[in-house]
C-alpha cells in the first residue's frame, strides 16, 4: 500500500487475483448478511409465540382437520404424540387470523417459500409475515388456503418420516427453510449488505470514541438515545435507522446517492461514502460511473465536500481512473474494510473522523 496525492492507492490486481477477491469478499458479506437476515425475520422468535400460545390449545377446535388439508396418518401421530401439541405442527386458520405473523412459522415448517406460496397459493405473504403488530386482516378464505397449502406440505414431510418426526426435527425444518430463503435473498442483496456492513462498522466506532448520541429511525420525528444493552439490537436491525447522532453535534445519515453522508453541527454535507460491494470484476467500471455520478451531484451543492469511496475488485482500468479522478478524495478497498485489525481499516476511520471534527 502507499499513499498517491492523498489517496489511500492500492496495487492494481491481475485478473486471477480480482476472481480470489471476488470470492473472499462474496463469502464474508453473505456471512454478515445470513445473521442480519435472521434477526430481521425474527425466526428464533417464532417458536416462543407458538410456545406463548400452548396453555390455551385447548380452545382450538381441531374437528375440521381434514377439511384444512392434514393427512390421517400424520393427524393421529401428532394429535397423540407426548411432545407435539396440533397448534406446534399443524395451521389452524383461526389462529393465523388472530395471529397473522405466524404464517412464517407454518410457512417454514412446511419447507415452503414466500415465492412458492405465492405461485401455489396467489397470496404474497411477505407484507403479512412482516406485521409483527398484526395489523393486517387475514381474510376468511385466504387463511383457509394457506392452511391447506402448509398442512398438506406438512403431513408430507411427517407420512415421509415414517411418523418419526420429533420436536427437535421440527424446529430443525424450520431453521433449514428460512436458511434456503435467505440464501436466495442473497444473490441479489450484496451491494445492499456491503453498505450495511459499513454502517455497522461505522456506529461500532463512533461507540468505542464516546461519541454516539442516538440513533434516528426513519419512522417518525422521534430519536432512540443510546443505550449500551441495546446497541447489539440496534446494529443487527440497522435498516430501521436512518443514521445516528453524534455527541459532537454531527450526525452520520444512511441514504442512497450518496450512501452514508456526513453533516456538521451546522447541518452542513462536509463528507459522503459510496460502497460498491460488487464481486464481478467485468461491472468495475460501471461502479465506478456510478459512484462518481454520485459524487459530482453533491459536489455541484458544495464543491468542498471530501469523498470517500469504498469498493471491491477494483480493475487497472478502474485503478488509474479513481487515481487521477479529483472529485474522489479517498478510495478504500472493502475486502481490507472489512478487516478490522489491518492498516487500511485504521486510515478510513481516521478520514471519516476528520471530517466530523
Known amino acids: 500500500m502507499r499513499l498517491y496525492l492523498g489517496k489511500v492507492s492500492t496495487v492494481p490486481l491481475n485478473e486471477t487475483n480480482l476472481l480470489t477477491e471476488a470470492h473472499r ?3 464474508r458479506l453473505r456471512s454478515t448478511f445470513f445473521y442480519r437476515k435472521l434477526k430481521e425475520y425474527k425466526t428464533l422468535s417464532l417458536r416462543t409465540k407458538i410456545d406463548d400460545l400452548l396453555p390455551v390449545t385447548h380452545l382450538y377446535s381441531w374437528n375440521n382437520w381434514v377439511e384444512w388439508g ?25 389462529l393465523i ?59 408430507l414431510i411427517i407420512d415421509s418420516s415414517i411418523e418419526s418426526l420429533t420436536e427437535e426435527e421440527l424446529y430443525g425444518i424450520l431453521l433449514a427453510s428460512t436458511g434456503t430463503q435467505i440464501d436466495g435473498s442473497w444473490r441479489n442483496a450484496i451491494g445492499e449488505e456491503a453498505e450495511k456492513v459499513v454502517q455497522r ?4 466506532e463512533v461507540k468505542e470514541r464516546n461519541l454516539l448520541a442516538a440513533f ?27 443514521g445516528v447522532m453524534l455527541a459532537n453535534h454531527t450526525s452520520i445519515l444512511f441514504s442512497s446517492e450518496p450512501d452514508i453522508s456526513l453533516l456538521n453541527n451546522q447541518g452542513t454535507t462536509v463528507g459522503v461514502i459510496e460502497i460498491k460491494g460488487g464481486t464481478d470484476p ?3 467500471l460501471e461502479r ?16 468542498k465536500v471530501k469523498s470517500i469511496l469504498i469498493a471491491s475488485c477494483i480493475t487497472t482500468e478502474v485503478h488509474t481512473r479513481i487515481r487521477n479522478d479529483p ?14 485489525d489491518s492498516r487500511l481499516y485504521d486510515q478510513f476511520v481516521k478520514e471519516v473522523f476528520l471530517i466530523l471534527q
Open 288 to 303: 465506478y460511473g456510478a459512484a462518481k455520478k454520485s459524487f459530482e451531484e453533491v459536489f455541484r451543492r458544495n464543491p
Open 25 to 27: 469478499i462474496n463469502y
Open 201 to 204: 462498522l461505522l456506529i461500532k
Open 327 to 340: 472529485i474522489i478524495s479517498t478510495y478504500f478497498n472493502l475486502t481490507e474494510i472489512l478487516s478490522e
Open 97 to 155: 387470523r388472530e395471529h397473522s405473523s405466524l404464517l412464517a412459522y407454518y410457512r417454514n415448517i412446511a419447507a415452503l417459500s414466500q415465492k412458492a406460496v405465492k405461485y401455489l397459493a396467489a397470496i404474497d405473504v411477505k407484507r403479512i409475515e412482516l406485521d409483527q403488530e398484526n395489523k393486517y386482516s387475514l381474510a376468511e378464505d385466504k387463511a383457509l388456503a394457506l392452511s391447506r397449502l402448509f398442512n398438506e406440505h406438512i403431513s
Open 216 to 242: 434516528i429511525p426513519r419512522q417518525g420525528t422521534g430519536v432512540e438515545v443510546y443505550n449500551s444493552s441495546r446497541l447489539e439490537e440496534q446494529l443487527g436491525n440497522i435498516e430501521d435507522y436512518r
Open 70 to 94: 392434514i393427512g390421517k396418518e400424520a393427524f393421529t401421530y401428532i394429535n397423540e404424540h407426548p411432545n407435539l401439541q396440533l397448534i406446534q405442527v399443524f395451521c389452524h386458520p383461526r
Open 282 to 284: 467485468a461491472g468495475a
